[in-house]
């Protein structure tokens, strides 16, 4: 299988300043290769997602070849990564507090016209931002090595600047400086036309690979679809065709 959008080679390295390498990029490459972000827009309560996530009291967890994963508190989707991408793409400033702390600056005017006229608004932006906030992950690499962070940490406002913002958690800061990341920021835009939040996801993952020789059902379970129903995956497979 094959994305769409032409994948950047822009890989920063962990050796050099934290906060320049979170400003030249757009994402951990772990971020997009465990489905931390479930490849749909909304996941429906009647769905075994759903039910699985409220049976095992509010965590969702899924392991793929490239390591595990536990989001707990809150199931976050292809919206949710949709709104990062476009926070990280189009921030004014991203500087350190006096507290040490990482804060990522940018107009909520500019990232909502970005996204595109939805029917969305401003207090549906900032639940957004809330419900990120609010997810805890839980992620196991193949090494051993293993982190468990909150994304955002708080939200914050430059009233001088007139510009909201988005505190990075700590241990966040630490993931994102421990591993590769890549920048597809100029990819951004092209990316969110694609309708189908399947397909972005799949995008989003081969963008942390050259080349990569996955069947569909291998890429079904790595971006953390469900495949145990036969009916749900043969539409799955129906909406990438023709999405193609």
């Known amino acids: 299988m094959k994305n769409k959008i032409k994948r950047k080679d822009c890989y920063q390295p962990s050796l050099f300043d934290t906060l320049e390498k979170i400003e030249k ?4 490459i772990d971020e997009l290769r465990v489905p931390i972000f479930a490849p749909v827009i909304q996941i429906a309560k009647n769905s075994g997602t759903y039910k699985e996530f409220i049976a095992n009291k509010n965590v969702r967890k899924i392991k793929t070849k490239w390591g595990e994963v536990e989001i707990r508190n809150r199931l976050l989707t292809q919206i949710h990564k949709d709104l990062l991408d476009l926070i990280f793409s189009y921030s004014r400033e991203t500087k350190r507090l006096e507290n040490g702390k990482i804060v990522i600056y940018f107009s909520q005017t500019e990232i909502m016209k970005h996204y595109g006229d939805l029917g969305k608004n401003l207090k549906w932006f900032r639940e957004k931002l809330s419900e990120i ?3 805890v992950v839980l992620y196991r690499d193949n090494k051993g090595n293993e982190f468990d962070f909150n994304i955002i940490a708080n939200k914050a ?7 909201f913002g988005i505190v ?3 241990a966040y800061v630490k993931f994102y400086e421990n ?3 890549v920048d597809y920021k100029k990819n951004v835009p092209e990316l969110l036309k694609v309708g189908s939040p ?11 690979h050259n080349s990569l020789n996955l ?6 379970h790595t971006i953390g679809f469900p495949t145990e129903s036969t009916r749900t995956v043969q539409m799955a497979k129906k909406e990438l065709k023709e999405s193609q």
């Open 25 to 28: 990029s757009t994402s951990t």
């Open 133 to 135: 906030r609010d997810a």
């Open 157 to 163: 406002f430059d009233f001088e600047q007139d510009m």
């Open 168 to 170: 990075l958690d700590d």
């Open 179 to 181: 591993g590769l990341s």
């Open 198 to 208: 399947l397909l972005r996801s799949i995008i989003r993952f081969f963008f942390t």
């Open 215 to 220: 069947n569909v059902d291998d890429v079904l």
